[in-house]
C-alpha cells in the first residue's frame, strides 16, 4: 500500500515562496511517477505538475511553468514543490499523488493521494 504524506503548506504573501514536501512509502519510486495538483474552494482538482521518475523528466500546467519546480529525493523518500512568485490564484489545497502514468495530468491517471495540505495566497 503506497502512503502519501503532504507539509509544507501555509499564508504567504504575494510574490513568496512555499515548498511543499510529500512523504512517499519506501519503494513507490521504482513503481510509480509522481505528481502535484490543486484544488481550490468550489473548483474541480487541477494538474499542477508532474515528475518521471525513472527518466527524470517533468512536466507542468501552463499556469505554474516558470514558478513553480517539481523535484525528487530519492534518499529521503520525499517529492517536492518549490512554489515560486506566488499569487492568490494559487491558493488551494494541494495534494500529492502516484500513478503508473508518465507524465499524466489526469486525476483518474492517479492511484494513490495524500490527504493535501493548504496552501492560503494573501493579496
Known amino acids: 500500500q503506497v502512503q502519501l504524506v503532504e507539509s509544507g503548506g501555509g499564508l504567504v504573501q504575494a510574490g513568496g515562496s512555499l515548498r511543499l514536501s510529500c512523504a512517499v512509502s519506501e519503494g513507490t519510486f521504482s513503481t510509480y511517477n509522481m505528481g502535484w495538483f490543486r484544488q481550490a474552494p468550489g473548483k474541480e482538482r487541477e494538474f499542477v505538475a508532474a515528475l518521471s521518475w525513472s527518466g527524470g523528466n517533468t512536466y507542468y500546467a501552463d499556469s505554474v511553468k516558470g514558478r513553480f519546480t517539481i523535484s525528487g529525493d530519492n534518499a529521503k523518500n520525499t517529492v517536492n514543490l518549490q512554489m515560486n512568485t506566488l499569487k492568490p490564484e494559487d491558493t488551494a489545497v494541494y495534494y500529492c499523488?502516484?500513478?503508473?502514468?508518465?507524465?499524466?495530468?489526469?486525476?483518474?491517471?492517479?492511484?494513490?493521494w495524500g490527504q493535501g495540505t493548504q496552501v492560503t495566497v494573501s493579496s
Open positions: 499523488a502516484a500513478g503508473k502514468r508518465i507524465g499524466a495530468r489526469g486525476i483518474y491517471d492517479y492511484d494513490y
